[in-house]
DNA sequence: ATGCCTAGTGATACTAGA
């Protein structure tokens, strides 16, 4: 069974490469962020010609978070639960083919120091919060998505030109390093210790030609489904597609 | 240190991304 995570950097924007890299690559789930549609929005026939069911959580211009599946999902939670006054749409939760998978789309967080990379702060609390009611379920979980956060100096290609960015800083990889101790693995640095992954690049500069990237796409998997991982990877080819988002597919296949 | 690029909104240069 293989899992996909991609921001896809506005879902209507850039649909000519999500379908072509869905009829491509077939992973039975996909998760999907930053759509940049509202509900009404989301192009649901596209994806259904395509083979796929899905679920979305959208808002009008910004964020959105989307998962497709081969088999139906039963929906278990949208919006990240803990505070009613966010009304931003970073977080949806199925149940897939036994598996509880939430897709979610931390945010950015920059400029640093200010109030958005305070609420980067506080988002992450609360997901913290919610993680520590799944990571001991006896039912396999995957939490997986654009976490905005390179976990350690591998991640990025300039460690020291990073360190007061809202995706770099102390504070963000601390509340990264707390959520992990809670048990989760971190799929792709399980099987690829010490190997460089990027997956993002910005469009500036000419970043993919001279990967210059980062590693913020994540895949955090209970004790119970890490059991059971067999490969991760980046679909890297595809960040060099026309038109393409800035994030690369990254995937899993689990037994 | 800044802007480099791109999408969305809505019809203008903005915000936002990372």
Same mark, same amino acid.
């Given at each position: 069974?293989?899992?996909?995570?991609?921001?896809?950097?506005g879902?209507?924007?850039?649909? $000519?490469?999500?379908?072509?890299? &869905?009829?491509?690559?077939?992973?039975?789930?996909?998760?999907? %962020?930053? #759509?940049?549609?509202p @509900?009404?929005?989301?192009?649901?026939?596209?994806?259904?010609e395509?083979g796929y069911?899905?679920?979305?959580?959208g808002?009008?211009?910004w964020?959105g978070?989307?998962?497709l599946s081969k088999?139906?999902?039963?929906?278990?939670?949208?919006?990240?639960?803990?505070?009613p006054?966010?009304i931003?749409?970073?977080?949806?939760?199925a149940k897939v083919?036994?598996?509880?998978?939430?897709?979610?789309?931390?945010?950015n967080g920059?400029?640093?120091p200010? $109030?958005?990379?305070?609420?980067k &702060?506080?988002?992450f609390?609360?997901?913290t919060a919610?993680? %520590?009611? #799944?990571v001991?379920? @006896?039912?396999?979980?995957i939490?997986?998505?654009d976490?905005?956060v390179?976990p350690?100096?591998?991640?990025?290609?300039k460690?020291?030109?990073?360190?007061?960015?809202?995706?770099?800083?102390?504070?963000?990889?601390?509340?990264?390093?707390?959520?992990?101790?809670?048990g989760?693995?971190?799929?792709?640095?399980?099987?690829?210790?010490?190997?460089v992954?990027?997956?993002?690049?910005?469009?500036f500069?000419?970043?993919?030609?001279r990967?210059?990237?980062?590693r913020?796409d994540?895949?955090l998997?209970?004790p119970?489904?890490?059991?059971?991982?067999?490969k991760a990877?980046v679909?890297?080819?595809v960040?060099g597609?026309e038109?393409?988002s800035?994030h690369?597919?990254?995937?899993i296949?689990?037994k």
């Amino acid at each position: 069974m293989k899992i996909a995570t991609y921001n896809v950097n506005g879902i209507n924007g850039r649909l $000519p490469v999500l379908l072509r890299w &869905l009829q491509e690559d077939q992973p039975d789930v996909a998760c999907l %962020q930053e #759509l940049k549609a509202p @509900d009404e929005k989301f192009p649901e026939a596209a994806i259904k010609e395509a083979g796929y069911h899905a679920i979305w959580h959208g808002q009008k211009s910004w964020n959105g978070v989307a998962i497709l599946s081969k088999t139906e999902p039963e929906e278990t939670g949208r919006g990240l639960p803990g505070d009613p006054d966010d009304i931003q749409s970073r977080y949806i939760e199925a149940k897939v083919n036994g598996i509880i998978i939430g897709c979610l789309y931390l945010p950015n967080g920059n400029p640093y120091p200010g $109030p958005k990379f305070d609420y980067k &702060l506080k988002w992450f609390e609360r997901f913290t919060a919610h993680a %520590q009611t #799944l990571v001991d379920k @006896d039912v396999p979980v995957i939490l997986t998505g654009d976490y905005n956060v390179m976990p350690t100096e591998l991640d990025v290609y300039k460690p020291e030109r990073w360190v007061n960015d809202a995706l770099f800083r102390v504070e963000t990889r601390e509340a990264f390093k707390n959520l992990m101790a809670q048990g989760w693995t971190d799929a792709l640095r399980e099987l690829h210790p010490g190997e460089v992954i990027y997956t993002f690049w910005d469009y500036f500069r000419d970043a993919f030609g001279r990967n210059a990237g980062l590693r913020i796409d994540h895949f955090l998997l209970n004790p119970v489904m890490a059991k059971r991982l067999l490969k991760a990877g980046v679909d890297r080819h595809v960040r060099g597609w026309e038109k393409s988002s800035d994030h690369a597919p990254t995937w899993i296949e689990l037994k």
